[in-house]
């Protein structure tokens, strides 16, 4: 009867069989399926070798060496078997199925596996397990005192993942660390900083720190604070009520309109009032930039409402003519924005005094881009003069819907009906670019309209000759003009209170 060798077996038939139709699905499923192809296929050549070695030269060396080798090469296409197996459970049916699992898992049931087989064998081989590990027991203590570093960062990325504590993509704070979870491997937890840095964390100090999941794909956004202070002297519900509509009406990449920022206050100190703003962060990769432009929509949020930030209380002088040095300044700013208004053809017709006059109680308002510089139907009775930037009109009709009417550029005017008629603002007007303008108040120019009572008639002139596509749309809207040019003239005095001129 012929000799029966192993790989004969029908067993062993099958398991080649399965592993040849596992590889093909995992070359087709997979990215990198078929470089693993080419991989397996050397390894098998190579066994394919030592078994023919093995099967064609038994006389080559001892018999015992030929039972070695055969052995050996045993083992070799079962850890080849084994991996093939794990590839096509963990990375191909698993995903399929839809369960997820960490990648250290897939490595550890490999290596349990390859240890299982290769111990089975050893026994196959004859070999007493039991004598082995009896009389091996020191040695395995001193091994297990050595690595356990090793084996704790191990244990504890298997728990972390096991539990759910983290997954790929989470954004994570480990000490001073901070970043995505971009890797978790046998020995440490890679993550991704908002820098571009890679921090490389061991598995056991995470399971021993104090860990702060930022955002993941459950909570993805993340709240964030942004300080600031301004003087004791200014009602903290003003700068709170000031900062949220501002913050409320603008479009702040990577800040999220819902939940809306707010600004509260969170201490006294040292004679100033200091608030946080905190607002939901959209993307925490830009955590820095979502912070800068945060700070620049309360900056000029401050500014617009005539509010400063704090300042030491020490306050200095060395320069005894600071106050003679001031007024030149002031004196200075007031005949540039006199120039200003002097180009404005609403203004053209005031008198070098009277330019100077509304020049005087002009305030600097700065917008950042995005923000609303007026609305429409609210009731404000200031102009702006755009002195730099440009911004665009929206008018909104009885069904909500928004219409883009024009773009403002740097001189326009806008908001004068409010200012000399009182009437609510006709349209949107919000920030193209960041810009800054001179608001110039129904106080400041009262003075002037009371003066010369006949500028009344010239300014309602200038405003009806002025072209605007806005009147059209809102025409179109209503069926009616935007406003009454008969009776602009008489609204103005009658909101100024000026006598009538015969």
Not at 383 to 403: F, Q, T
Request: with cysteine; glycine share 8%.
């Amino acid at each position: 009867m012929p000799e029966q060798h192993w790989y004969t077996s029908p067993i062993i038939l099958t398991a080649i069989v399965l592993a040849c139709a596992l590889q093909l699905l995992i070359a087709r499923r997979l990215a990198d399926g078929p470089r693993m192809l080419r991989t397996h296929a050397g390894f098998a050549a190579i066994g394919i070798a030592l078994t023919a070695l093995g099967h064609w030269l038994p006389t080559i060396g001892p018999a015992d060496g030929m039972e070695v080798l055969a052995e050996l090469v045993k083992v070799g296409w079962g850890v080849l078997f084994i991996r093939i197996v794990c590839i096509a459970l963990f990375r191909v049916g698993m995903p399929a199925l839809g369960i997820g699992q960490p990648r250290i898992l897939h490595e550890i049931v490999f290596v349990l596996a390859c240890i299982g087989w290769c111990l089975v064998r050893l026994r196959s081989a004859g070999l007493e397990l039991g004598g082995i590990v009896t009389t091996s027991a020191a040695i395995t203590a001193i091994v297990a005192f050595s690595m356990q570093e090793t084996l704790g960062n191990i244990l504890g990325g298997l728990a972390l993942q096991l539990d759910n504590s983290i997954h790929l993509g989470d954004w994570i704070v480990v000490d001073n660390a901070r970043g995505k979870v971009v890797e978790v491997r046998w020995r440490h937890t890679a993550l991704l900083t908002p820098a571009g840095e890679v921090v490389v964390l061991p598995n056991s100090l995470l399971m021993k720190a104090k860990m702060t999941i930022v955002s993941n794909a459950e909570y993805p956004l993340a709240r964030r604070s942004v300080g600031f202070a301004t003087p004791n002297h200014i009602a903290p519900q003003e700068v709170v009520a000031a900062i949220e509509k501002a913050l409320g009406d603008a479009a702040m990449k990577y800040v999220a309109r819902t939940p809306a920022p707010d600004c509260v206050v969170t201490d006294y100190e040292n004679g100033s009032i200091q608030f946080a703003v905190r607002y939901w962060l959209l993307d925490q990769l830009h955590d820095a930039r979502a912070d800068s432009i945060v700070r620049q929509h309360i900056y000029t949020a401050l500014r617009r409402n005539d509010f400063t930030l704090a300042r030491p209380l020490l306050d200095v002088r060395l320069d005894a003519d600071a106050e003679a040095h001031d007024s030149q300044l002031r004196e200075q700013e007031i005949e540039r924005r006199a120039h200003v208004l002097a180009g404005v053809p609403l203004f053209a017709r005031l008198q070098e005094d009277e330019l100077r006059r509304v020049a005087a109680g002009v305030r600097v308002t700065p917008f950042v881009k995005n923000d609303v510089m007026t609305r429409q139907g609210a009731v404000a009775h200031w102009l702006y003069v755009l002195v730099s930037g440009e911004a665009d009109i929206w008018y909104e009709d009885k069904s909500g819907e928004r219409h883009f009417v024009s773009t403002l550029e740097q001189g326009a005017v806008f908001g004068e009906m409010g200012m000399i008629t009182g009437a609510p603002r006709a349209a949107t007007v919000a920030a193209r670019t960041h810009a800054t303008c001179y608001r110039i108040d129904k106080e400041s120019f009262e003075g002037v309209l009371r003066a010369r009572p006949e500028l009344a008639g010239e300014l309602a002139d200038v405003i009806c000759q002025r072209s605007s596509v806005l009147d059209s749309v809102i025409a179109a809207d209503h069926g009616t003009p935007h406003h009454d040019d008969d009776n602009l003239l008489e609204k103005i005095r009658r909101f100024f209170r000026l006598p009538a001129i015969d």
